[in-house]
């Protein structure tokens, strides 16, 4: 079809108003599909706070972690996206000051970015800019936007999209749920992984999950619910089977626990960390463990024997330190948990808990001490303030933490007055307690593990 006079007129009339836009602003060039961290003042990155993604959320200034929440998208559409949302100005404001938030994308000027060869970012329907307010540098200062100045807090490093980001890879293993061949100690082992969509060349966190006794990798992944948690926010998951015959299932080779000459679990693990990083282009400074029971307790053991690879660890009904003092079994044994470094810390645990008892002793010698005593050695192995600051979360949920740790390494523990041995807002109820459903572990393990990437080498 031929174009008519009409729609002529109004594509020279576009390209004019173009024109005029260029050449009245700054030198502008075209937002092409890139994503990554967007750096500014302070070497501070632009953030969503918490990692929330409900509309209206505070997008701000924060420390660069690698999260997620500070993982943006400057699209070729003009909008800047993250955790699949917008970024946007508070009501569709122009003045300056107005802030900056996350919002359900909708095609709006208040969503549209212009990014600047000189590192500056417009908002076309305002005419104002990306802005720290007084440049301010502490984290948590809410962004803004401002007339276009010279002043170091609007200049803002963008991620590149014409070159391969640092330590970028091209993995072999592509998106979805399936097993991945591992092989250790002369054997290949069948590890169950999850990894969601992302873009070309990012490397993934990577949360290890590890099932209770008599479990699998795959009931573990069920009853966890974490698949959810992993594709919104952009993290891989790998399920491995521990190779312990119990039950209708498998145990883990949990040091000071298991000697019965299987595998060395420990090392197992650290081979399935190996082969991911390689094949599923994993980021070596955002290598997690988490578990249930006995897998609390090998995730406990991992922070002990490989604090120099696994950057946090969140055990659930099974935090350890160490096996019980063999002179006094209601205390850790000090030379049995040695990490080379402060290990972040975020733990869960119900009061009524008959398996692995809160209060520490049960049936199984190898329990011995509380959970308060695993949480206060862990506070002193990370050279953590002296006592704990406590909250009550819900009805039901009690939160402790040891802060002014070793590079910010903070134990934190949740818990439950009412909680069996059961993980806080399993969709399955495994017989053994009250499932909470006034937190969810995912969620707060999450928001704590994307706080605590492992520290740079000095």
Same mark, same amino acid.
């Given at each position: 079809m031929r174009p008519t006079l009409t729609t002529t007129l109004a594509a020279l009339a576009s390209a004019a108003a173009l024109l005029t836009t260029l050449s009245t602003s700054p030198t502008a060039y075209a937002a092409v599909p890139a994503t990554g961290p967007i750096s500014g003042v302070g070497g501070k990155c632009v953030d969503v706070a918490g990692?929330?993604?409900?509309?209206?959320? =505070?997008?701000?200034?924060?420390?660069?972690?690698?999260?997620?929440?500070? &993982?943006?998208?400057?699209?070729?559409?003009?909008?800047? &996206? =993250?955790?699949?949302?917008?970024?946007?100005?508070? /009501?569709?404001?122009?003045?300056?000051? +107005?802030?900056?938030?996350?919002w359900d994308c909708n095609n709006s000027g208040a969503q549209q970015w212009v990014p600047e060869a000189d590192g500056h970012l417009r908002n076309p329907q305002?005419?104002?800019?990306?802005?720290?307010?007084? *440049? !301010?540098?502490?984290?948590?200062?809410?962004?803004?936007?401002?007339?276009r100045n010279t002043n170091p807090w609007q200049t803002w490093h963008l991620p590149d999209s014409d070159t391969t980001p640092p330590g970028s890879c091209t993995p072999t293993l592509g998106s979805g749920q399936y097993n991945t061949p591992v092989t250790y100690g002369g054997r290949t082992y069948q590890v169950l992984i999850r990894i969601p969509?992302?873009?070309? *060349? +990012? &490397?993934?966190?990577?949360? $290890?999950?590890?099932?209770?006794?008599? /479990?699998?990798?795959?009931?573990? $992944?069920?009853?966890?619910?974490? @698949?959810?948690? =992993?594709?919104?926010?952009?993290?891989a998951i790998a399920a491995p089977t521990g190779v312990i015959p119990a039950g209708s299932g498998y145990s883990w080779n949990v040091p000071y626990?298991?000697?019965?000459?299987?595998?060395? %679990?420990?090392?197992?693990?650290?081979?399935?960390? !190996?082969t991911l990083t390689t094949n599923a282009c994993l980021d070596p400074s955002r290598i997690y463990s988490t578990g249930y029971s006995g897998g609390g307790?090998?995730?406990? @053991?991992?922070?002990?024997?490989?604090?120099?690879?696994?950057?946090?660890?969140?055990?659930? #009904? /099974?935090?350890?330190?160490?096996?019980? %003092?063999?002179? !006094?079994?209601? &205390?850790?044994?000090?030379?049995?948990?040695t990490p080379s470094r402060a290990v972040p810390v975020i733990a869960f645990h119900g009061q009524q808990d008959r398996t692995n008892p809160?209060?520490? /002793?049960?049936?199984?010698?190898?329990?011995?001490?509380?959970?308060?005593?695993?949480?206060?050695?862990?506070?002193?192995?990370?050279?953590?303030? +002296?006592? @704990?600051?406590?909250?009550?979360?819900?009805?039901?949920?009690?939160?402790?933490?040891?802060?002014?740790?070793? %590079?910010?390494?903070?134990? =934190?523990?949740?818990t439950i007055s009412n909680g069996g041995h059961t993980w806080p807002d399993s969709p399955i109820d495994n017989g053994n307690g009250t499932v909470t459903h006034e937190?969810? #572990?995912?969620?707060?393990?999450?928001?704590?593990?994307q706080q605590h990437p492992l520290p740079s080498s000095p």
């Amino acid at each position: 079809m031929r174009p008519t006079l009409t729609t002529t007129l109004a594509a020279l009339a576009s390209a004019a108003a173009l024109l005029t836009t260029l050449s009245t602003s700054p030198t502008a060039y075209a937002a092409v599909p890139a994503t990554g961290p967007i750096s500014g003042v302070g070497g501070k990155c632009v953030d969503v706070a918490g990692a929330g993604t409900a509309n209206g959320t =505070a997008v701000q200034l924060y420390s660069c972690n690698g999260g997620s929440a500070q &993982r943006w998208t400057v699209g070729a559409d003009g909008t800047v &996206r =993250a955790l699949g949302k917008c970024l946007d100005v508070t /009501g569709q404001g122009t003045s300056n000051g +107005t802030k900056l938030q996350l919002w359900d994308c909708n095609n709006s000027g208040a969503q549209q970015w212009v990014p600047e060869a000189d590192g500056h970012l417009r908002n076309p329907q305002s005419g104002r800019y990306l802005d720290v307010p007084g *440049g !301010n540098t502490a984290n948590g200062t809410r962004l803004q936007i401002w007339d276009r100045n010279t002043n170091p807090w609007q200049t803002w490093h963008l991620p590149d999209s014409d070159t391969t980001p640092p330590g970028s890879c091209t993995p072999t293993l592509g998106s979805g749920q399936y097993n991945t061949p591992v092989t250790y100690g002369g054997r290949t082992y069948q590890v169950l992984i999850r990894i969601p969509s992302r873009a070309a *060349g +990012t &490397r993934l966190p990577l949360v $290890l999950n590890l099932h209770g006794s008599q /479990g699998t990798g795959s009931g573990q $992944l069920s009853y966890s619910n974490m @698949a959810s948690t =992993a594709d919104a926010n952009g993290f891989a998951i790998a399920a491995p089977t521990g190779v312990i015959p119990a039950g209708s299932g498998y145990s883990w080779n949990v040091p000071y626990v298991t000697s019965n000459g299987t595998r060395d %679990d420990v090392g197992f693990l650290n081979q399935v960390i !190996n082969t991911l990083t390689t094949n599923a282009c994993l980021d070596p400074s955002r290598i997690y463990s988490t578990g249930y029971s006995g897998g609390g307790r090998m995730s406990s @053991a991992l922070g002990c024997v490989l604090s120099g690879k696994i950057a946090a660890i969140a055990p659930v #009904a /099974g935090l350890r330190s160490g096996r019980p %003092d063999p002179a !006094n079994t209601s &205390r850790p044994d000090p030379s049995s948990c040695t990490p080379s470094r402060a290990v972040p810390v975020i733990a869960f645990h119900g009061q009524q808990d008959r398996t692995n008892p809160y209060n520490g /002793g049960g049936n199984a010698p190898v329990w011995g001490y509380s959970i308060p005593a695993a949480q206060q050695r862990w506070a002193s192995l990370n050279h953590c303030a +002296t006592s @704990a600051t406590t909250s009550q979360v819900s009805a039901h949920v009690q939160r402790s933490v040891y802060s002014g740790c070793t %590079d910010g390494a903070d134990v =934190a523990l949740y818990t439950i007055s009412n909680g069996g041995h059961t993980w806080p807002d399993s969709p399955i109820d495994n017989g053994n307690g009250t499932v909470t459903h006034e937190i969810n #572990a995912n969620n707060r393990m999450w928001q704590f593990f994307q706080q605590h990437p492992l520290p740079s080498s000095p």
